[in-house]
């Protein structure tokens, strides 16, 4: 029985796990397909220095992607270097010259993944990007295959694993954003340019990618409400506790009478609750659906094997197509089409929100703070002040009922003029329905 022959491009984190799984793994992978699934070629600007495996055996190496595409021998190009300029010319050449794709790109495939899938289709090849999202959790399968017969009517994920460890670790030291921060880059959690991460665009192009799966719709990242966790301090997690909550950054997706409901932020998420309970550089996803209710995901989000494991997952997939010859695919955005469609504005969601404030203290405050809410027709819920000795920079939060948010900002937008207070006050939402 014919081999399937795979050339990687991209030897970084991901590439490296990939090429020392296919090669550490290969009598296993080839128990389960029943033929090899063989590395032909390997592409990296430092392959010819870069530490390989010892049983990789005679491949090609190069440092020019365009030979491993072209290859006459190479079924499946393995695209892992990321970004949206190179590896777009990567995989439009590959499928230009008919060959399988297998992808870890969430930045691409949240941006053009539908019209790729559609050249693929065109071509006669194949697509899949499981490693997009979550690592090691196969969330796409699922929602693909798994639970494809169900109706969801919401998701609700913690989808970067560099945001949770640093709320995480926040929470567990009382330390402040930067301190984590600073140690994640140390130890290699973190880029020495973070804002991929803390200000939510990894987790809002991963939510993009997994509504498409959920719901059918063509969502764009820039179509997705995005706030990051900069603003985080420990003292919100000392009043989140007191409140029996946590602090995580959430991506919701839901369906709702008016429309989807889209979004990326920190959240305060009951204690009780399975996704609050998600700690460190894990990732999880929570799915309800109509028929099939409540299904939960966990694992590793990030890191070179894990990720790897869903590499080379899929490449085992379109491998088995490859040699069955199956027209009949399962599209990687688990529809046939995508509907062309605009979320619901963040302006009209409805929520229990927190504010944090900090003030110069002094009387009337909170009769000043509580007549702009009354003037926007939104109701206290409760003031909270936990113990503090800084009167000249006090904390103090107050929760509210369920509101807009275009209410809620327009009543931040004119507290922030009063002169007691210190900075704007913080507003994060109060998911009550996990």
């Given at each position: 029985?014919?081999?399937?022959?795979?050339?990687?491009?991209?030897?970084?984190?991901?590439?490296?796990?990939?090429?020392?799984?296919?090669?550490?793994?290969?009598?296993?992978?080839?128990?389960?397909?029943?033929?090899?699934?063989?590395?032909?070629?390997?592409?990296?600007?430092?392959?010819?220095?870069?530490?390989?495996?010892?049983?990789?055996?005679?491949?090609?190496?190069?440092?020019?992607?365009?030979?491993?595409?072209?290859?006459?021998?190479?079924?499946?190009?393995?695209?892992?270097?990321?970004?949206?300029?190179?590896?777009?010319?990567?995989?439009?050449?590959?499928?230009?010259?008919?060959?399988?794709?297998?992808?870890?790109?969430?930045?691409?495939?949240?941006?053009?993944?539908?019209?790729?899938?559609?050249?693929?289709?065109?071509?006669?090849?194949?697509?899949?990007?499981?490693?997009?999202?979550?690592?090691?959790?196969?969330?796409?399968?699922?929602?693909?295959?798994?639970?494809?017969?169900?109706?969801?009517?919401?998701?609700?994920?913690?989808?970067?694993?560099?945001?949770?460890?640093?709320?995480?670790?926040?929470?567990?030291?009382?330390?402040?954003?930067?301190?984590?921060?600073?140690?994640?880059?140390?130890?290699?959690?973190?880029?020495?340019?973070?804002?991929?991460?803390?200000?939510?665009?990894?987790?809002?192009?991963?939510?993009?990618?997994?509504?498409?799966?959920?719901?059918?719709?063509?969502?764009?990242?820039?179509?997705?409400?995005?706030?990051?966790?900069?603003?985080?301090?420990?003292?919100?997690?000392?009043?989140?506790?007191?409140?029996?909550?946590?602090?995580?950054?959430?991506?919701?997706?839901?369906?709702?009478?008016?429309?989807?409901?889209?979004?990326?932020?920190?959240?305060?998420?009951?204690?009780?609750?399975?996704?609050?309970?998600?700690?460190?550089?894990?990732?999880?996803?929570?799915?309800?659906?109509?028929?099939?209710?409540?299904?939960?995901?966990?694992?590793?989000?990030?890191?070179?094997?894990?990720?790897?494991?869903?590499?080379?997952?899929?490449?085992?997939?379109?491998?088995?197509?490859?040699?069955?010859?199956?027209?009949?695919?399962?599209?990687?955005?688990?529809?046939?089409?995508?509907?062309?469609?605009?979320?619901?504005?963040i302006g009209r969601q409805k929520r229990a929100y927190y504010l944090?404030?900090?003030?110069?203290?002094?009387?009337?405050?909170?009769?000043?703070?509580?007549?702009?809410?009354?003037?926007?027709?939104?109701?206290?819920?409760?003031?909270?002040?936990?113990?503090?000795?800084?009167?000249?920079?006090?904390?103090?939060?107050?929760?509210?009922?369920?509101?807009?948010?275009?209410?809620?900002?327009?009543?931040?937008?004119?507290?922030?003029?009063?002169?007691?207070?210190?900075?704007?006050?913080?507003?994060?939402?109060?998911?009550?329905?996990?």
């Open positions: 029985m014919r081999d399937v022959n795979v050339g990687i491009v991209g030897l970084g984190n991901v590439g490296s796990g990939t090429l020392r799984i296919l090669v550490e793994n290969a009598d296993q992978i080839a128990l389960k397909l029943g033929f090899q699934l063989r590395v032909k070629a390997i592409c990296s600007l430092e392959v010819h220095t870069q530490k390989l495996p010892e049983r990789l055996g005679d491949v090609l190496k190069t440092t020019d992607w365009r030979e491993v595409v072209s290859h006459p021998d190479v079924d499946i190009v393995a695209e892992l270097v990321g970004g949206t300029t190179v590896a777009a010319e990567i995989i439009n050449s590959a499928i230009a010259h008919k060959k399988s794709v297998v992808t870890a790109n969430k930045e691409l495939m949240a941006l053009q993944g539908a019209e790729i899938w559609e050249r693929a289709v065109a071509a006669g090849i194949n697509l899949a990007m499981e490693a997009s999202v979550a690592g090691g959790i196969p969330i796409h399968a699922v929602l693909r295959e798994g639970i494809s017969g169900d109706k969801i009517v919401a998701l609700y994920g913690i989808l970067n694993g560099t945001s949770n460890y640093i709320l995480t670790e926040m929470e567990r030291r009382g330390e402040p954003l930067q301190v984590i921060l600073a140690e994640a880059q140390r130890k290699g959690y973190a880029e020495a340019n973070p804002s991929a991460d803390i200000d939510g665009w990894d987790a809002r192009s991963k939510l993009a990618i997994l509504a498409a799966l959920a719901f059918g719709e063509r969502i764009l990242p820039q179509d997705i409400y995005t706030d990051g966790i900069r603003r985080i301090s420990s003292i919100d997690f000392q009043y989140a506790h007191h409140l029996k909550h946590t602090i995580r950054l959430l991506c919701c997706a839901e369906q709702t009478p008016e429309g989807l409901s889209l979004s990326v932020r920190p959240a305060l998420l009951p204690t009780s609750t399975i996704l609050a309970n998600v700690t460190g550089s894990y990732n999880a996803v929570w799915v309800k659906g109509r028929y099939g209710e409540d299904t939960f995901y966990y694992g590793r989000g990030a890191g070179s094997l894990p990720t790897g494991v869903a590499v080379v997952s899929d490449l085992m997939r379109v491998a088995r197509e490859i040699r069955s010859g199956s027209p009949e695919r399962v599209s990687p955005f688990a529809h046939e089409r995508l509907g062309e469609y605009q979320p619901i504005p944090r404030f900090r003030v110069t203290d002094r009387p009337g405050i909170i009769a000043a703070l509580a007549g702009i809410l009354a003037e926007k027709k939104i109701s206290l819920d409760a003031v909270l002040q936990l113990p503090c000795d800084t009167k000249g920079d006090l904390p103090f939060v107050i929760t509210v009922e369920p509101t807009t948010w275009d209410a809620l900002m327009e009543a931040v937008g004119q507290m922030s003029s009063l002169d007691f207070l210190l900075e704007s006050p913080l507003a994060l939402p109060m998911e009550k329905g996990l």
